[in-house]
């Protein structure tokens, strides 16, 4: 099977991390509007996030 590989590329690997990242912090705002009281992210939101920060940089740094 000569041709194009069926593993994701580096650049569709960080949209699909990116893609996460936006999504939980999106929740995390929202949920923030809707409560009473000073911002306090969610502890699987902040995991998230972190999550999809660190995997984005490391694909970014990794390619180069």
């Known amino acids: 099977m000569a041709g194009k590989s069926d593993r994701p590329t580096g650049e569709e690997k960080r949209r699909v991390y990116l893609a996460f990242f936006l999504i939980a912090l999106a929740i995390e705002v929202l949920l923030a509007l809707t409560r009473d009281g000073p911002f306090r992210p969610t502890l699987i939101g902040s995991a998230v996030i972190i999550t999809a ?5 490391y694909s970014h740094f990794r390619e180069r």
Do not use: G, K, T
């Open 53 to 57: 920060a660190l995997f984005l940089i």
